[in-house]
């Protein structure tokens, strides 16, 4: 993974099978699946991996109880099948988790039993856990901080939970196991087509340097998620937009506000949708909203009546009930939608992922969520396959290993989510000094981001390759001074970058802060 050496191959003229634009949770599934078929694949990112969308999910693998209750039936059975090929595949990343429904009365207990029985049977072998009704008492056991008023009992089912921007980073260094090649900050311009009409060049920019490149390339992929109707618009100027987007937004609590391992799962809500309280890295994220927004951003910022609402309805129901100065971090994200024929609520739009081919052969994938990033990629590889009559090759995805899952640690060891890299983090020479007790960051994870993943600004290290931004947005305005000397050394950079690095990161994170 060595970028110097990656922009000296691309600039060389060679030509290559499979161009994936975007380095998000789809991006990131379809380069994988070119890349283990065989073809000779670049993916490019304008930003950073899973900068935007890809990093700010609810943390949840999940066949989706919502989806279910619209009748969205083919959906939840395609993301449970998903959902249990990652807990295999990306073992140091994914685990079990159990969630518990309260039920104020005794038709709602009943009533999400029986849904969620269902639930699992669509599961299959790749259930995670039986779902079971219990008692009041054992719900406030296992929910401690769960206001006891009106109380009648809980459901306990199980979902995944995993962790979006390292998986997003461990499918990266795969993908360069497998023989592929991916870049960050490497933004498409412009597209070229042959006297055919057919799509032959990309023009890109490295965002760093300035530097341009025109790559030669037989088929492209459009992944960009939200921003998939730019990479359309440069095919056709003409084209209608494809996507709707809509925004979630999460706050961070400390984990007094719900002790214990239990996630807990609010089925109804005032905006139509369910709300989680998860358990997360030693703090609890709750969320999410369901905004319709119709400006794109990769820094999306949390509105008020976001913030409120989750704060009114997490205090319905906690009985440490939250208020602003309780919340850690705070962050959006946009949801990028399939746009329907008719206008719908966001909410109601289906989150199956759509694949479009234009006159051109450009491939574009809209819609899905990171429980299917791996069914994306196999299905938008199949599609450019046909669009490119190539002859078809298997998936060698299904059962494929994600970089790091060779080894499971506990989560007492706070580089547990680094799995097999763990040992090699803790060896690096002088890293053991203390950034962050309180997020158990040391100075050796500022140097392997730089070394092995790809990390090229303080941002990129406190917000993907460890999550202290999304954890304790003020700790990790503490320690940027000190990751950007470490990166300075790393990197060879001078104190105006040091500077200019901390002044930038201190901008993003008061987005994540409520004032």
């Given at each position: ?6 922009l000296?191959?691309?600039g ?5 099978d499979?161009?994936?634009?975007g ?15 065989g ?33 969205d ?10 959902r ?33 029985k269902?639930?699992?049977w669509?599961?299959?072998r ?12 054992e719900?406030?056991?296992r ?30 260094q ?43 390339t037989?088929?492209?992929?459009n ?46 809500t ?38 409120n609402?989750?704060l ?15 919340v ?18 966001t909410k ?5 992922h759509?694949?479009?081919v ?14 299917t990033?791996?069914?994306m990629?196999?299905d ?9 009559q ?33 040992a ?8 053991e ?7 158990g ?20 290290v ?6 202290a ?13 000190q ?11 001078n104190?105006?970058w ?18």
């Open positions: 993974m060595n970028r110097l050496e990656q000296n191959a691309i060389n003229g060679e030509e290559w499979v161009l994936v634009i380095g998000g949770a789809t991006g990131l599934g379809a380069a994988l699946e070119a890349t283990t078929r073809y000779k694949t670049l993916l490019l990112e304008q930003a950073d991996f899973a900068k935007s969308t890809s990093s700010k999910a609810t943390k949840l693998l999940h066949g989706g109880v919502r989806y279910l209750a619209q009748g039936v083919a959906l939840v059975r395609e993301a449970s099948i998903e249990g090929l990652l807990l295999k595949n990306a073992q140091h990343l994914a685990k079990n988790l159990s969630f518990i429904i309260p039920a104020y009365s005794w038709w709602e207990g009943i009533y999400y039993t029986i849904g969620l269902l639930y699992d669509m599961a299959g790749l259930s995670l856990g039986r779902s079971v009704h219990i008692s009041r008492r719900t406030l056991e929910l401690p901080g769960l206001k006891p008023a009106h109380l009648s009992a809980g459901i306990l089912y199980h979902d995944g939970q995993f962790d979006d921007a390292r998986l997003a980073i461990n499918l990266v795969t993908i360069y196991e497998q023989g592929g090649v991916a870049l960050n900050y490497m933004r498409v311009k412009g597209l070229e087509k042959n006297g055919h009409g057919e799509l032959s060049y990309v023009t890109v920019e490295d965002t760093e340097t300035g530097q341009p490149y025109r790559i030669k037989k088929g492209i992929i992944a960009t998620g939200v921003f998939v109707d730019d990479i359309l618009e440069m095919d056709d100027p003409g084209i209608k937009r494809k996507i709707v987007a809509s925004q979630g937004v999460h706050l961070v609590l400390d984990p007094e506000f719900l002790p214990g391992s239990n996630a807990l799962m609010i089925p109804k005032s905006d139509g949708r369910v709300l989680f309280a998860v358990p997360w890295h030693n703090k609890v994220v709750v969320g999410t909203t369901d905004n319709p927004v119709n400006e794109i951003s990769l820094d999306p910022v949390a509105m008020e009546k976001e913030i609402f989750i009114q309805t997490a205090g319905q129901y906690l009985a440490k009930v939250p208020t602003r100065a309780d850690r971090s705070v962050w959006a994200g946009l949801r990028p939608l399939a746009k329907p024929e008719k206008s719908e609520k109601e739009i289906s989150r199956n759509k694949i479009m234009s006159a051109s052969g450009l491939v574009t994938i809209l819609g899905g969520k990171w429980t990033y791996r069914k990629g196999e938008v590889v199949d599609r450019l396959e046909k669009v490119k190539w002859p078809h090759v298997a998936s060698a995805t299904r059962q494929l290993p994600i970089h790091g899952s060779a080894q499971k640690l506990g989560e007492e060891d706070p580089l547990y989510y680094y799995g097999a890299d763990a090699a983090v803790k060896s690096v020479p002088g890293g000094a203390v950034l962050s007790a309180g997020l960051i040391i100075k050796a994870q500022v140097t392997w981001a730089v070394q092995k993943e790809m990390a090229h600004t303080v941002e990129d406190l917000a993907r390759r460890t999550r931004l999304f954890l304790d947005a003020e700790e990790a305005v503490r320690i940027a001074p990751v950007a000397e470490i990166m300075a050394a790393e990197l060879g950079k104190g105006t040091k500077e200019q690095q901390v002044r930038s990161f201190e901008a993003l994170a008061r987005t994540y802060q409520l004032q």
